[in-house]
């Protein structure tokens, strides 16, 4: 069975401080794929960012840099210089082999950190 | 224009009552899902339907009906609701098949039992 762990329930920082979500997951696969979802007060899931397994390259994308390590299970997400924008609840989720789970792929969620920028 | 998108966005009924929610996606994909968020935040598949054709049924009362009448449309039917079935209600719509695929989620709908 897999699981996605997000132990940070809340997270309250001052605007322009840098913050970090923390995510670990567990799996028996070894190919699986990672994904951050944003869900701001307005209620929809936005999609952040996709990894496989395989891509162990950090990533960067403006003020959002993601970084994957096999070795402790983690794919922790990092907001830079933060906005009240950020603010909402963030979620990590992982998905199993298609080849190996066929008939039965999900996404399956970790619980969400709610991030509150505090202006 | 609306790439997932959900009606009604908010329902309030009484327990008993049977009530449908529909989904569309105007973005040509292959999958579509269900899910269904509770009061805290947790995120559940319901549903997935590849292509009309149901590929993930967890574990959900069969109340719980969902119908694709084509690649487009995945709506749910709920019949004799009860309280615990208050949540909000996600559909997602992805390219592929297989969840190597980002998801995109429609707007959601607030189902209140009362």
């Known amino acids: 069975a897999q699981k996605v762990t997000q132990a940070q329930t809340e997270i309250s920082v001052v605007e322009k401080e840098d913050v970090t979500l923390d995510c670990v997951y567990e799996?028996?696969?070894?190919?699986?794929?990672l994904f951050w979802y944003k869900q701001p007060p307005s209620g929809e899931l936005v999609f952040l960012i996709r990894r496989n397994s395989f891509d162990e390259q950090n990533e960067i994308s403006g003020r959002y840099s993601w970084n994957f390590q096999k070795s402790t299970s983690s794919f922790n997400f990092t907001i830079t210089a933060s906005q009240v924008v950020d603010s909402a609840v963030y979620f990590c989720?992982?998905?199993?082999?298609?080849?190996?789970?066929?008939?039965?792929?999900?996404?399956?969620f970790g619980t969400g950190t709610r991030l509150t920028i505090i202006p | 224009d609306t790439a997932v998108s959900q009606t009604p966005k908010y329902l309030v009924t009484q327990m008993g009552n049977d009530k449908s929610i529909k989904c569309e996606q105007n973005?040509?994909?292959?999958?579509m899902y269900w899910y269904k968020q509770d009061s805290k935040k947790f995120l559940k598949i319901m549903f997935s339907?590849?292509?009309?054709?149901?590929?993930i049924n967890e574990t959900v009362p069969n109340r719980f009906s969902p119908k694709s009448p084509d690649k487009a449309h995945l709506n749910l039917h709920i019949n004799s609701l009860e309280l615990g079935d208050s949540a909000v209600y996600f559909c997602?719509?992805?390219?592929?098949?297989?969840?190597?695929?980002?998801?995109?989620f429609g707007p959601g709908t607030r189902l209140t039992v009362t």
């Open positions: 989720a992982l998905s199993q082999d298609l080849i190996s789970n066929f008939g039965n792929e999900k996404l399956t």
């Open positions: 973005l040509g994909h292959d999958t």
């Open positions: 997602a719509s992805s390219q592929g098949w297989g969840n190597s695929y980002e998801q995109y």
């Open positions: 799996t028996r696969d070894t190919t699986y794929y």
């Open positions: 339907y590849n292509n009309k054709e149901l590929i």
